[in-house]
């Protein structure tokens, strides 16, 4: 029952139910580490108390098994709900699908820098119900394109300029780094085994090289706060494709296609379908720009209500969730 303890950690202090029966592990061994002193209710799950903490400590020496430092407990409440619902979403979307013959790289809370950072108003604007790119007509990122006009299977023979190149063009140009981040980030390795016979390349600073990349964020109700939020990824995957992979982002090293999918998660069926409604009618733009994109949804009551995991992340986004905008398609499925 003490194991349990091992799965409370810095980036998943929170766990209820749900999320610890989604691990394998018993629900009911909440409750009576609770009893023990070990466990605090918390929003509406548990989180480790100083004793609990030492108790992980022992048991993880006496397993042999190493974690990492928990960090501050017990949390704000507000944090602690934020923090389960993330763990909710993550132990849903690892149970959606395996990885046959690959392995799935998950990150929590992965942050990114953006350069150039816009101000939140110059990525988009609503006109007529249609949103309107502005980012790639702003000055910093027209200096960008022409500083580093190499991408595609062109590029492939040229050397990426890498940060070194980057942070150079950014000096020189007074550029501001903002910043990304994504509640799940999942590198998916398909077929790992053959490729690790491939050397990686010293420019890919985000380890996005043969790799299909999905972004993971939960929602809420104002789909206009995910406006500047997506501006700031579209200007992230131009620099992978100029900057750290020109050549390699899209297009693999045996040309093979990795996917750049976004996944927005919404509660309910409902909200995932408004949320849909609102961002096919206010169309390509959102993905055009930094094409190939797609935007997914899905709800923690879809992923819940999934039985049995697909085999591979591509037969889960094209059979699972809702393909709201599409690289290959117009406006709608």
Not at 13 to 27: F, I, S
Not at 69 to 86: H, N, Q, T, Y
Not at 291 to 306: H, Y
Request: with cysteine; hydrophobic share 40%.
């Amino acid at each position: 029952m003490e194991s349990c303890l091992l799965l409370f950690s810095h980036e998943r202090p929170c766990w209820d139910e749900e999320t610890l029966a989604l691990a394998g592990e018993d629900p009911d061994a909440l409750r009576r580490l609770e009893d023990l002193g070990e466990l605090v209710r918390i929003a509406s799950g548990y989180g480790l108390t100083p004793q609990g903490v030492r108790t992980r400590e022992r048991v993880s020496r006496d397993l042999c098994v190493p974690v990492d430092s928990v960090g501050e407990v017990p949390i704000d409440e507000g944090r602690a709900r934020e923090l389960l619902e993330r763990n909710r979403v993550e132990q849903l979307l690892d149970r959606s699908f395996v990885t046959d013959w690959g392995i799935k790289e998950l990150s929590v809370e992965e942050t990114f820098p953006v350069v150039p950072c816009l101000p939140d108003d110059r990525y988009f604007v609503l006109e007529g119900g249609r949103a309107r790119a502005l980012w790639p007509d702003a000055q910093l990122v027209r200096s960008f394109l022409e500083a580093f006009p190499h991408w595609g299977v062109a590029a492939r023979p040229l050397s990426a300029p890498g940060q070194e190149g980057l942070d150079r063009w950014a000096a020189e140009n007074g550029a501001e780094a903002g910043s990304l981040t994504f509640d799940l980030v999942l590198r998916s390795r398909y077929d790992f085994d053959h490729y690790r016979g491939f050397k990686p390349m010293p420019s890919d600073r985000f380890g996005f090289l043969n790799a299909d990349r999905l972004f993971v964020q939960r929602v809420g109700n104002r789909p206009e706060d995910l406006l500047p939020w997506i501006g700031r990824l579209h200007i992230f995957l131009m620099e992978q494709r100029r900057i750290y992979l020109p050549g390699w982002f899209d297009i693999d090293m045996e040309q093979q296609e990795n996917w750049v999918l976004l996944a927005l998660v919404t509660d309910t069926e409902g909200q995932l379908e408004a949320l849909t409604q609102t961002l096919r009618a206010w169309g390509h733009d959102l993905i055009d720009p930094a094409n190939p994109l797609w935007i997914l949804g899905t709800s923690i009551e879809r992923m819940r209500n999934r039985k049995e995991p697909k085999r591979t992340l591509y037969d889960w986004f094209q059979e699972e969730t809702v393909r709201i905008l599409r690289p290959d398609a117009p406006d709608g499925e």
